[in-house]
C-alpha cells in the first residue's frame, strides 16, 4: 500500500515564527475557512501545492538536528488528516514537539472525531479559531486574532476540556 500524499503549499525549515524555537512549518494547500483578511489565501484552494509523503517531510525533520517542533499550518491541516498522521507520529517518535493550526476549534475538532480527531490527539499544541480580521492584533505571538486559543492538547484530553496553553514559551 503506498504512502499517502500530503499536498503542501510551502515548507520553512528554519521558522522562529510558527512556534517557539526552531520548527520545520509545513503549510497544506487547501482550507475550507477562507478567512478574511487570511495572510495565506493562496493556500485556500484545494487543487494544487506539491505532493509530499510523510517519509520525505520526515527526512527533513532528520536533517536539522536543531529542530524544537514542526508546525502544520495552512491551508487547513485537518482537511488532510488522514495524510499528516504518519507524519505527526513520526514527529511525536522523535521526541519533538507538534503544533497544528486550525480554523475550526479544539471542540469541533473533537466532535468531527475519525482522522481529524486522531491528528488533533497527535499534537501538543493546536492554535485554534478562525482568523477574525475584526480581533487582529499584532501583538499576540504565534496567532493572529483574539479569538484564537493556544491549547494545551495532551492536558485538556486528560481534563475533557479545552487547556490553555501556561507554557511561557507560547505566551
Known amino acids: 500500500m503506498s504512502e499517502p500524499v500530503i499536498h503542501v503549499a510551502g515548507i520553512v525549515g528554519d521558522s522562529i515564527t510558527d512556534g517557539p524555537g526552531i520548527r520545520l512549518a509545513v503549510f497544506v494547500q ?13 493556500t485556500h484552494p484545494f487543487e494544487g501545492g506539491e505532493p509530499y509523503t510523510a517519509a520525505a517531510l520526515l527526512e527533513k525533520v532528520d536533517k536539522n538536528p536543531l529542530l524544537s517542533g514542526v508546525t502544520l499550518s495552512g491551508g487547513e491541516p ?35 472525531g475519525g482522522d481529524r480527531e486522531a491528528l488533533l490527539r497527535q499534537c501538543h499544541v493546536l492554535v485554534d479559531g478562525p482568523f477574525i480580521l475584526a480581533e487582529r492584533s499584532l501583538s499576540l ?14 492536558r485538556s484530553l486528560r481534563e475533557g476540556a479545552a487547556v ?8
Open 141 to 154: 505571538r504565534f496567532r493572529g486574532s483574539k479569538n484564537q486559543r493556544i491549547i494545551d492538547v495532551q
Open 30 to 42: 487547501g482550507c475550507p475557512h477562507h478567512c478574511k483578511g487570511c495572510h495565506n489565501p493562496e
Open 78 to 112: 485537518f482537511c488532510q488528516a488522514a495524510a499528516l498522521l504518519p507524519l505527526a507520529e513520526g514527529v511525536r517518535a522523535r521526541g519533538l514537539e507538534l503544533c497544528a493550526y486550525s480554523g475550526w476549534t479544539y471542540e469541533q475538532l473533537l466532535q468531527q
Open 164 to 171: 490553555l496553553m501556561q507554557d511561557g514559551r507560547w505566551q
